[in-house]
């Protein structure tokens, strides 16, 4: 505990590295382009959806480098905190919020799985039209949209460098 105190008056501990990495994930996710032109539903769901679609696509980047493999845990964490405190927020009480989180935890495994198959095959559509658009078939511009916002997204990632990621340098 002393060490972690000294980290963090010291210098960047490796919670502030997460905090500034997962702060970036939730700024690109807010980005009004995904809810204007790529027609997300700008609903507590569907900030959570595409949330947990740039988190995949940055947990995806960070796997392919097994020295980043704490950073992704503790990203993971920060995921796991925020949607703690979200639910709080919005009143569920202590007893349902685990529940919720295993289901959200749930639903971000899912949608890791989803989108490494989609972006391996270079098709996100299915994936996107499961996990995004839970709401009903998106109009096919938006689709398309969000499709290609996501794979150029991967692309930036691919090309950074590791510790310009956990920066949370990720725009």
């Known amino acids: 505990m002393r060490l972690s105190f000294l980290s963090r008056l010291f210098g960047r501990g490796e919670d502030d590295v997460a905090l500034a990495l997962y702060d970036s994930v939730v700024a690109q996710?807010?980005?009004p382009h995904w809810y204007e032109t790529g027609g997300v539903p700008d609903t507590i769901d569907g900030r959570f959806d595409m949330i947990a679609a740039v988190l995949s696509l940055v947990l995806l980047r960070l796997e392919r480098d097994p020295s980043a493999a704490t950073a992704s845990a503790r990203l993971t964490e920060r995921f796991v905190s925020d949607m703690d405190g979200q639910l709080r927020e919005s009143g569920v009480g202590d007893i349902g919020v685990g529940k919720h989180i295993g289901k959200m935890m749930g639903m971000l495994g899912g949608r890791l799985g989803a989108y490494r198959d989609g972006l391996a095959a270079r098709a996100l559509g299915s994936a996107l039209e499961r996990n995004l658009y839970r709401a009903g078939p998106p109009a096919p511009a938006a689709l398309a949209h969000t499709?290609?916002?996501?794979?150029?997204?991967?692309a930036r990632l691919a090309a950074l460098p590791t510790p310009t990621i956990l920066a949370g340098d990720i725009a």
């Open 147 to 154: 499709e290609d916002a996501l794979f150029a997204f991967d």
């Open 29 to 31: 996710a807010r980005l």
